[in-house]
């Protein structure tokens, strides 16, 4: 069964910084698209960032240029470093991979790390 296991949420104040970590364990052949998405409350889950097998990456309208998505292939590692980080980053963020297994492909999803951004 595959794994995604989250780490690196906390409280931190406004402006400062936080990176996250979503590592996949199992059976995995391969590992496409990663991403993070994140969840505020009373809103709807939505895509934060994205990167691509090749390394592309997009993001969110509202974190770009702030948040850095990046991955490690080897280690099935994707992660993201959040930098000056407002309130309104709030939210629960979820790490989601398109993982082949040898049983065929499909969408992971981690248990959640939650952000809060308070003074």
């Known amino acids: 069964q595959v794994q995604l296991v989250e780490s690196g949420g906390g409280l931190v104040q406004p402006g400062g910084s936080l990176r996250l970590s979503c590592v996949a364990s199992g059976p995995i052949a391969r590992v496409y698209d990663m991403a993070w998405y994140r969840q505020a409350p009373g809103k709807q889950r939505e895509l934060a960032a994205r990167?691509?097998?090749?390394?592309?990456?997009n993001y969110a309208d509202s974190v770009k240029g702030r948040f850095t998505i990046s991955r490690d292939n080897v280690k099935n590692t994707v992660y993201l470093q959040m930098n000056s980080l407002k309130p309104e980053d709030t939210a629960v963020y979820y790490c989601?991979?398109?993982?082949?297994?040898?049983?065929?492909?499909?969408?992971?999803w981690g248990q959640g790390t939650q952000v809060t951004v308070s003074s």
């Open positions: 989601n991979m398109d993982v082949s297994t040898f049983g065929g492909p499909s969408q992971y």
């Open positions: 990167i691509t097998t090749g390394g592309n990456t």
